[in-house]
């Protein structure tokens, strides 16, 4: 889960995609980047931190031009290191920067391919530089007789027939304008905004609708699953669809927590869907247990929220904010490293003692992964007076691994993997646990956007989307995913945020 943003303007962009990826923060806490085209020429600026500490006033000078993209990271695949901060550049056929929102799932089979076959070294163990090059090697071979829009679209149409897993890409092709496509399923977002200045008209690619809006665009629309998107330097718009079956089945997980609820995904109001989801959960809780001894329910700020609302409303119960939010530490879930997560908790939330003492408390949040959020949370209960805390996930419990680009690599990870209600509910201290059923989350969703059938739900029911994620390939994940984690939590200690990659000037 990254949050990425392509824009061609009638002027300098530098500003542009820095508010943008301000707007896009909660998609990514470990990196930020940026590059921009002036035509013959790229300039990047990227480094490990938020957006604040990457971007200074000298760099956004040297950002020149009127096209570019960014990123800001949130580490999948590969390591958290600076090397990895995107956007990366390769500059072989005619130049390429591309910032990637995904994971793939057969990147090691490619980054093989890549070297016995396609004679293409890759640098890092990022899966979005192998994206990059089998980008780069396809746009070779379509345009042998010169690079046209047609070449480009037949490009990403190879580029389709060999990647697996999920990609949303914005990418700048020197001298010719901004590309941007999503994978055949269409599990990460990618949404095109517009502006009609006095100068033309300008367009933007984002990851999530808020990006667009909070800088004065219009939202457009979703890039379609399969949809390639290309804007020439001049500013002309083009659309098109390169893959063959392509069958929207966007992450319900973005809906449950990664997406701001001011945004809207695939014709979904976030924030919508967060009510309806509350409105779903109240009716689990209502045939679970007897709510008459509950005194107060509570949220988790800020994504619980929505939810907790109706469940309050649809019970006939107080609600009530027991939790105050340090808006200062970043979102626990992305933190990398389980040592740094679990610390946070503490220096995110505290509990008001008046809200909770001797009190039955429903605690409602959003989701339930590591367990180690929930944990803290129902002892600060505990700790501020509360005689009983009933713990109500809105989203259902989170067995598989996520591949398709969220941090949920390994099985042991998973507090709800192999375990009951009850054994869950021990290990968090709760009195007693509700999760949602995986079948009315959909139904939440679908409620608003009927023409929505399909969705990545693979974290919850374990069907994953592509076909070659399989029983072995998840045991050689979770092996890889052990070293991983030991890396992140090593990087965490030896480097601090906002460790600068010098800004640099590529001339083609």
Not at 54 to 71: E, K, P
Not at 175 to 194: E, H, S, V
Not at 391 to 410: E, H, L, Q
């Amino acid at each position: 889960m990254c949050g990425i943003v392509g824009v061609v303007s009638k002027s300098p962009v530098n500003q542009l995609i820095y508010d943008s990826l301000l707007l896009l923060q909660h998609r990514g806490q470990d990196a930020a980047g940026i590059a921009t085209s002036n035509g013959q020429s790229f300039s990047m600026q990227k480094g490990n931190g938020m957006v604040r500490d990457v971007f200074q006033t000298r760099n956004m000078r040297s950002l020149s031009g009127n096209i570019g993209i960014g990123q800001v990271r949130y580490p999948t695949a590969g390591s958290s290191s600076s090397e990895e901060a995107q956007p990366f550049y390769v500059n072989a056929p005619y130049g390429i920067v591309m910032a990637h929102n995904g994971n793939l799932t057969n990147w090691e089979q490619l980054k093989d391919e890549m070297f016995r076959i396609d004679r293409r070294h890759i640098n890092t163990t990022s899966d979005s530089e192998v994206l990059l090059n089998v980008l780069a090697h396809e746009l070779q071979r379509s345009s042998r007789e010169g690079l046209t829009r047609d070449a480009l679209f037949t490009a990403v149409a190879g580029v389709h027939r060999r990647l697996k897993g999920s990609y949303a890409i914005v990418s700048v092709i020197a001298d010719f304008g901004l590309l941007g496509f999503r994978d055949p399923n269409g599990i990460r977002p990618l949404c095109i905004g517009r502006f009609d200045g006095p100068r033309g008209t300008e367009w933007m690619l984002a990851s999530e609708s808020v990006a667009l809006e909070g800088i004065g665009f219009t939202f457009v629309r979703d890039v379609a699953p399969g949809e390639a998107i290309f804007i020439s330097n001049e500013g002309e718009y083009f659309a098109q669809s390169c893959a063959d079956a392509a069958v929207l089945s966007p992450c319900i997980f973005e809906l449950v927590y990664l997406a701001r609820p001011d945004s809207s995904l695939d014709g979904v109001a976030v924030y919508d869907a967060r009510l309806r989801m509350g409105d779903y959960l109240a009716e689990k809780i209502r045939r679970t247990i007897d709510t008459s001894d509950i005194d107060v329910v509570m949220p988790i700020p800020d994504s619980s929220r929505p939810a907790a609302m109706q469940v309050a409303k649809q019970l006939g119960l107080n609600y009530r904010e027991g939790f105050f939010k340090n808006r200062y530490v970043g979102r626990t879930f992305i933190m990398p490293g389980q040592a740094v997560r679990k610390k946070s908790v503490r220096q995110k939330l505290n509990a008001m003692c008046i809200e909770f003492q001797s009190k039955n408390v429903l605690i409602v949040d959003d989701s339930i992964v590591r367990g180690t959020t929930s944990k803290e949370i129902v002892q600060m209960a505990r700790d501020a007076g509360a005689k009983k805390v009933i713990f109500a996930s809105a989203a259902p419990p989170v067995k598989y691994p996520n591949v398709y680009g969220i941090n949920m690599p390994t099985r042991s990870e998973l507090v709800a993997h192999g375990r009951t209600d009850e054994e869950v509910a021990r290990i968090i201290g709760a009195d007693k646990l509700i999760y949602q059923d995986v079948e009315d989350i959909e139904a939440a969703v679908r409620d608003i956007n009927p023409a929505l059938r399909e969705f990545d739900s693979s974290c919850f029911n374990g069907k994953y989307i592509t076909s070659d994620v399989t029983p072995a390939y998840l045991d050689r994940l979770e092996k890889s995913g052990q070293v991983s984690e030991m890396l992140v939590n090593n990087h965490m200690i030896e480097m601090g945020a906002g460790e600068e990659v010098k800004g640099c000037q590529l001339d083609l």
